[in-house]
Nanobody, 117 residues
Framework: QVQLVESGGGLVQTGGSLRLSCAAS????????MGWFRQASGKEREIVAR????????GYADFVKGRFIISRDNAKNTVYLQMNSLKPEDTSVYYC??????????WGQGTQVTVSS
């Protein structure tokens, strides 16, 4: 079955960096656009960044532009989120999703990111 497994979350101080990974299995990874989302406690899930199937096109939410970078390695079936200049408001559970036909069909279980002030 399809599995998306996030890793790389943790506790970091304001201004620090983390690199999240999402390893996919059970699907033809190169056929899926991928996205990173986050959901803070008591809030709705929001998109953070997305990347096209080939990796040639990316998009970012305004609140992470210039700080986060999404990338993918289709040979490793993995999508990454490099997070720099982290702020306390970036504290959330981060999820990766696999999109097909404009729908995010598969989701990971999430990884907690906590930024201390």
């Amino acid at each position: 079955q399809v599995q998306l497994v996030e890793s790389g979350g943790g506790l970091v101080q304001t201004g620090g960096s983390l690199r999240l990974s999402c390893a996919a299995s059970g699907l033809t990874f190169r056929n899926y656009d991928m996205g990173w989302f986050r959901q803070a406690s008591g809030k709705e899930r929001e998109i953070v960044a997305r990347i096209s199937r080939s990796g040639s096109s990316t998009g970012y939410a305004d609140f992470v532009k210039g700080r986060f970078i999404i990338s993918r390695d289709n040979a490793k079936n993995t999508v990454y989120l490099q997070m720099n200049s982290l702020k306390p408001e970036d504290t959330s559970v981060y999820y990766c999703g696999a999109q097909v036909n404009s729908v995010y069909k598969y989701w990971g279980q999430g990884t907690q990111v906590t930024v201390s002030s």
